[in-house]
């Protein structure tokens, strides 16, 4: 994991502060990430302005940080935050007008996303670093239309972004370097971990990850192989576990014994070649994807969306605090 130093994007004028300096975030689409994003930042202490183009993107923004202000009072406010340094403003430019900072959470088009982030290029301050929250994009592909491509980066986050602490910096081939390392640093003192991507990879490196899981996982209902249920625990009981302690490439190793991985890949290397993934994703027929919500829905077994909201928050509040992430206790964090 890199995380850099702070210096202005190179192209155009320099950034107009350092990322320590930042005060005001926009926010700009604010469904469950770009609310997410909001939340997050205003725990941390920042004035944030939101916009959204959708007639009840105001109201629905607000409940949704409301939903997750008691998650964020668990792991801590920053002095001076409050959801009444929230600001929904009426029009995008107004909302990134005086912005420091700028995170995109619009739809998954890229068409959309081209035509937007040409947009905020075109409003926001000079040398403003604005970063989307795509899964997977690339920015090369989606910074074709901006006047100043140097200064528009990817910053992927995780759901939710206030309690995930990781997130994926990277440019295209027109971003600035600079940009890239403003980014990072900015996310890394408004509390997030950072990897910085020294180039585009498809996926970035944990969505490439959880795609080839949520493939194999999508090709066993589709095959009736696992239940949605089935799929589920079989990573909740299992491998989830160590997941939150230990990536899989340090649990594997431990696979090995006194041996460690080198014992692991002698071991278990040549399995590798065995047909254990079907590597191609299923069709999303009409029956596969009636059979996953269906599945979800008895999964849920009655808990709204709103219930498993809470569920997920404190547990990976649990999590956090039994990994060391978060201090266990008043004491502990005093100290
Ligand atoms: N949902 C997830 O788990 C994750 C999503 N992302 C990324 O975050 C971005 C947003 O995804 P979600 O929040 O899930 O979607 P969402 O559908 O919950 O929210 C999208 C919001 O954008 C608004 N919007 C529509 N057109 C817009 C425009 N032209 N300009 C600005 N806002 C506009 C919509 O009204 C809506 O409120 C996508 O790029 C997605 O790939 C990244 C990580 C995780
Ligand atoms: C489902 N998703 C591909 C949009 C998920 C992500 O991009 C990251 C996450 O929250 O797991």
Redesign the pocket.
């Known amino acids: 994991m890199t995380v850099t130093p702070s210096p202005a994007p190179t192209d155009g004028p320099a950034a107009p502060c350092a990322p320590e300096d930042v005060r005001r975030v926009a926010c700009?689409?604010?469904?469950?990430?770009?609310g997410g994003w909001a939340a997050h930042f205003l725990a941390r202490g920042y004035d944030v302005t939101a916009w959204?183009?959708?007639p009840d993107?105001a109201d629905r923004l607000r409940r949704l940080v409301a939903a997750a202000w008691p998650a964020l009072e668990q792991l801590g406010l920053a002095d001076g935050a409050s959801q009444d340094r929230l600001t929904v403003t009426a029009t995008l430019e107004e909302a990134v007008a005086e912005a420091q900072f700028v995170q995109e959470?619009?739809?998954?088009k890229l068409e959309?996303k081209r035509d937007?982030l040409a947009r905020l290029d075109a409003a926001t301050p000079a040398g403003t670093v604005i970063a989307s929250?795509?899964?997977g994009y690339p920015m090369t592909d989606m910074q074709t239309e901006a006047a100043a491509p140097g200064r528009l980066v990817v910053g992927?986050?995780?759901?939710p972004p206030y309690l995930i602490p990781l997130v994926e910096v990277v440019g295209g081939d027109r971003t600035a370097p600079a940009a890239v390392e403003w980014a990072s640093r900015f996310y890394a003192v408004a509390g997030k971990s950072v990897i910085t991507m020294d180039r585009e990879v498809p996926g970035f490196i944990a969505n490439r990850l959880q795609e080839a899981l949520w493939r194999e996982a999508l090709h066993m209902v589709a095959n009736g192989e696992a239940t949605v249920q089935e799929i589920d625990a079989s990573i909740t009981e299992g491998p989830g576990l160590r997941w939150a302690v230990m990536g899989p490439m340090l649990t594997f190793a431990l696979a090995g014994g006194e041996g460690g991985m080198a014992h692991m890949l002698d071991h278990f290397g040549p399995s590798l070649k065995s047909p254990w993934t079907r590597l191609e994703a299923p069709e999303l027929d009409r029956a596969l994807y009636e059979a996953v919500v269906a599945g979800c829905e008895e999964a849920a077994d009655g808990r709204s969306i709103a219930d498993l909201v809470a569920e997920r928050d404190r547990g990976v509040i649990d999590v956090l605090r039994a990994t060391g992430r978060l201090p266990r206790s008043a004491e502990e964090a005093a100290r």
């Open positions: 700009v689409g604010a469904g469950v990430i770009g959204d183009p959708a993107a959470s619009a739809p998954e959309l937007l929250s795509t899964s992927h986050p995780f759901n």
